[in-house]
DNA sequence: CCCCAGGCAGCGC
DNA sequence: GCGCTGCATGGG
């Protein structure tokens, strides 16, 4: 799903600039949303946000996609700039790495339904700033490990067990030409796979459990007993799917929705966490029984959140409302 | 010092 | 089925 358009502009450097600058592509954004909340509200976890020195007060945003860095910058409104570093790629290869981690095009109408806006005009007005938002169709199996790192503690510590893992279990980039690190690519289920656990501890937050349901699940993909690449949206329905991964220790209701969501491509899985909970009990009075969240009542709120935000994306929508209830209602800023 | 941060699983009742 | 608890650490 998407929120940025590629123009047809796709500009190649000729010449090797020092620090190999490579492939450029300009991307022309059909709405206002800006690129940091585009990125981040997207589920990326492992966009670096650092000042442009060329352009104050613009942000450069660096990411690794495919084993490919990019850097992203926002040139104006509507406009966004990829540049691609490190190791050399065609830019046609660039152009459909960035298009399929931007997604598909999603109608704002869709996203919101008739119905939802009749029903909701007030907060329906609220939410129109986050037009644009996209689900970022990442790596299913980036997604797997990193929301399985994602239980229980803040943003920052998540991000932390991220980088962790790539840098002791992924690939180092180099500069094609100097030889330069550049980065880590994100591990390769065999890696994790023959971890010890001891290493991989260090990068679960110390936490063995966690450490141990990532080993399992990396040799679970190794021997072909869960194929990621099989449970997206074209081979196999979100409750097949869904049903698979939380048969897996250390995967839970929420975080199974959020596999299938960022790295699956079912658009129809509604990750509840605290915060989703929250405001459908508060803005549309969905509630639950009891306090704790049991699979029973996940499924029957999460079919209730479907049924408010329609058939089409209700994974977005979710999402959308999600930032709208943390950033304006909450005055949340850790994203 | 206390409480919470984008959960999950195991246990007792 | 429901409630409680451990897991782990950093920051407000």
């Not at 907060?123 to 199996?141: A, C, E, R």
Request: hydrophobic share 35%; glycine share 6%.
């Amino acid at each position: 799903m998407v929120v940025l358009r590629l123009d047809k502009t796709l500009m190649l450097n000729s010449n090797q600039e020092k620090g190999c600058r490579c492939s450029k592509v300009f991307i022309k954004k059909p709405t206002y949303y800006n690129l940091h909340d585009t990125l981040f509200c997207g589920q990326a976890f492992r966009w670096i946000e650092k000042p442009n020195p060329n352009q104050n007060p613009s942000r450069i945003y660096e990411g690794i996609l495919q084993n490919i860095i990019i850097q992203v910058q926002e040139i104006d409104n509507q406009t966004i700039l990829v540049e691609q570093i490190g190791t050399r790629i065609p830019e046609t290869k660039l152009k459909k790495v960035v298009r399929q981690y931007l997604g598909l095009n999603v109608s704002w109408e869709k996203t919101f339904n008739t119905l939802f806006k009749k029903n909701y005009p007030g907060i329906y007005t609220k939410l129109k700033k986050y037009k644009g938002l996209s689900v970022l169709s990442q790596n299913n199996f980036e997604v797997l490990i990193s929301f399985m790192c994602a239980q229980g503690l803040g943003v920052s510590i998540i991000r932390r067990q991220i980088s962790m893992l790539c840098e002791l279990f992924g690939e180092p980039i180099l500069n094609f030409k100097s030889s330069e690190l550049l980065g880590y690519s994100f591990p390769k289920p065999e890696s994790l796979a023959e971890a010890s656990l001891h290493e991989l501890k260090k990068c679960t937050n110390n936490n063995g459990i966690r450490a141990k349901n990532i080993k399992h699940i990396s040799q679970s993909i190794c021997n072909s007993s869960l194929n990621l690449d099989e449970l997206c949206a074209e081979n196999t329905s979100y409750e097949e799917a869904k049903e698979l991964l939380v048969s897996f220790p250390g995967i839970g209701e929420k975080i199974a929705d959020c596999v299938c969501l960022f790295g699956l491509g079912h658009h129809e899985a509604i990750p509840i966490d605290r915060h989703v909970r929250e405001y459908l009990d508060k803005l549309f009075e969905l509630r639950t029984p009891s306090q704790a969240l049991s699979e029973q009542n996940y499924r029957n709120l999460a079919e209730k959140a479907r049924a408010l935000l329609g058939p089409d994306y209700p994974g977005l929508s979710s999402q959308i409302l999600f930032h709208y209830w943390r950033k304006d209602v909450k005055g949340l800023t850790s994203f």
